[in-house]
C-alpha cells in the first residue's frame, strides 16, 4: 500500500510557475513508476505527466510539453512536477498517482485512469 500525499498548489497568475509536490510512504516508492493527473472543473480527470521508476523515462500530455517536468527524488521518496509558462487553462485539482507496473504497461494504461494508488488532490488556479 502506497499512501501519497500532494503540496506545492495555489493561485497564480497566467505565465507564472508553480511547483507541486507529491510525498510516497512505503519502502516501494523506489519501484513505481509516478504520474500527475488534473480534473478542471466539469470535465474528466486527464493525463499530464509520468516517469519511470528510476526517472530514465518521462511521457507527457501535448498540452504541457516543453512547459511542465515531471521528475524525482526516490532518496525522498518524492516526486515533482515543475510548471512553467502557466495558462488559465491549466486550473485544476492535480493528483499524484502510483503504478505498481512496467513502464511499457503503464503508457498503456496512463489515458485509461488505469494507476493503482491515488492522492487526494491539490487544486491549482491560474488567473488571467
Known amino acids: 500500500q502506497v499512501q501519497l500525499v500532494e503540496s506545492g498548489g495555489g493561485l497564480v497568475q497566467a505565465g507564472g510557475s508553480l511547483r507541486l509536490s507529491c510525498a510516497a510512504s512505503?519502502?516501494?516508492?523506489?519501484?513505481?513508476?509516478m504520474g500527475w493527473f488534473r480534473q478542471a472543473p466539469g470535465k474528466e480527470r486527464e493525463f499530464v505527466a509520468a516517469?519511470?521508476?528510476?526517472?530514465?523515462?518521462?511521457y507527457y500530455a501535448d498540452s504541457v510539453k516543453g512547459r511542465f517536468t515531471i521528475s524525482r527524488d526516490n532518496a525522498k521518496n518524492t516526486v515533482y512536477l515543475q510548471m512553467n509558462s502557466l495558462k488559465p487553462e491549466d486550473t485544476a485539482v492535480y493528483y499524484c498517482?502510483?503504478?505498481?507496473?512496467?513502464?511499457?504497461?503503464?503508457?498503456?494504461?496512463?489515458?485509461?485512469?488505469?494507476?493503482?494508488?491515488w492522492g487526494k488532490g491539490i487544486l491549482v488556479t491560474v488567473s488571467s
Open positions: 498517482a502510483a503504478a505498481a507496473a512496467d513502464w511499457r504497461t503503464v503508457r498503456l494504461r496512463l489515458h485509461n485512469d488505469g494507476m493503482d494508488y
Open positions: 516517469i519511470s521508476w528510476n526517472g530514465g523515462s518521462t
Open positions: 512505503g519502502r516501494m516508492f523506489s519501484t513505481y513508476a
